[in-house]
């Protein structure tokens, strides 16, 4: 299993709900009753997209492109004194 950074942008909506897209990933849209459960349905929905892209055939948005290919950026954090 792969793990990629995708950057959220959340909004808060009429109401109180937060909504949840990504320029990074097309078609990305997730809502939920707090921040918290929008971006761990958001989670859910990048899983989804990428299944669905491998099971049609479909190339992968540029920003998961360079994580599933094997050559990619890598963002860890590191602990120093």
Do not use: C, K, N
């Amino acid at each position: 299993m792969s793990e990629v950074l995708v950057r959220f942008l959340i909004e808060e909506l009429p109401g109180g709900a937060y909504l949840v897209t990504s320029d990074e990933v097309p078609g990305l849209v997730a809502q939920g009753r707090t921040v918290t459960e929008a971006t761990e349905i958001a989670q859910d929905v990048v899983r989804r997209l990428v299944e669905s892209y491998r099971d049609h055939g479909d190339p992968l948005p540029p920003s998961l492109q360079r994580v599933f290919s094997g050559h990619g950026e890598v963002i860890a954090p590191v602990a120093v004194d």
